[in-house]
């Protein structure tokens, strides 16, 4: 049982991609991240992707001007990402692969064939004061590289564990996570994890000890058209503290 506070961030990219299904101003993501911090967010995550599919920039600036929570803005590699990354200086910046064509982020970063094409973007965010994260498979040379690439922290990439359909493909996904884990933390590396998680694949990721921070998105903005935002990502931060042996709050 652990007593380390399980961080939450909560990624409102579907906010803005139900808003841009019309072009209009309506639902507001920055709205959504007011109501996470009262529901018991620590963080908001948003991702502003090459095509703009949800996230603009227009709500990366307001985000930096109208919530105190820290924000965790997840970035491709590129000159243009890395401009933004500058301007705005985030709390945190999450690295993650881009595919124009993919629906979602569909694996890990190839930190090992990208390690020099990485290196100056971890090593320019990181002079900047921007908390590096590295978006990466659950796998230990993975996290070898990324540890050689100067990065503070690992993001572990949690969709297989999430998609797998049988009982046996899910373990065997869920003992990937939690061998990653013991080694990002043999390594040094702050580990979080996120994509996919939903009230029924949380609790295991949880409560793996040293998972210091979980980014949870899409599951929370499709629950919400039932219940509510607010109570979506309460009932989630009460599932993670259960998981934790906690009741919440203090660390
Ligand atoms: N973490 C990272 C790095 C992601 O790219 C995403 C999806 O944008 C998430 C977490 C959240 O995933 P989901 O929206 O499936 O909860």
Redesign the pocket.
């Known amino acids: 049982m652990s007593t380390t506070k399980l961080r939450l ?1 909560v ?1 409102i ?2 906010v803005a991609t139900i808003r841009n299904a019309r072009g209009c101003g309506y639902p507001d993501p920055i709205r959504a991240a007011k109501l996470a911090a009262r529901a018991g967010a620590d963080g908001i ?1 948003a ?1 502003l992707r090459e095509d703009r599919r949800h996230i603009t920039d227009e709500d990366i600036r307001r985000l930096g001007r109208e919530i105190d929570l820290p924000l965790n803005l ?1 970035m491709a590699a590129t000159d243009e990402m890395l401009d933004i990354a500058l301007r705005h200086r985030p709390h945190a910046a ?1 690295i ?1 692969p881009e595919k124009r064509e993919e629906r ?2 569909e694996g890990g970063l190839d930190v090992i064939g990208g390690f020099q094409h990485l290196k100056p973007f971890v090593a320019t965010l990181s002079a900047a004061g921007v908390r590096v994260s590295l ?1 990466v498979e659950p796998d230990p040379a993975a996290l070898d590289a990324a540890r050689a690439l100067g990065a503070p922290v690992v ?1 572990l ?1 949690t ?1 297989s564990y ?1 998609d797998a359909v049988d009982g046996d493909a899910r373990e065997r996904e869920f003992a990937r996570i939690v061998k990653a884990a013991g080694h990002a933390q043999v390594l040094g590396l702050e580990c979080h994890a ?4 939903t009230y029924d694949t949380v609790k295991p990721v949880a409560a793996i000890a040293n998972i210091r921070e979980l ?6 903005v499709g629950e919400a058209i039932f219940v509510g935002l607010e109570d979506s990502i309460r009932e989630m931060r009460r599932l993670m503290d259960e998981a934790r042996g906690r009741v919440g709050g203090a660390e």
Do not use: P
């Open positions: 961030g990624n990219d579907h995550t991702h997840e999450c993650v979602t982020t978006f993001e990439h969709g999430c996120g994509h996919g998680l980014n949870i998105g899409h599951f929370l």
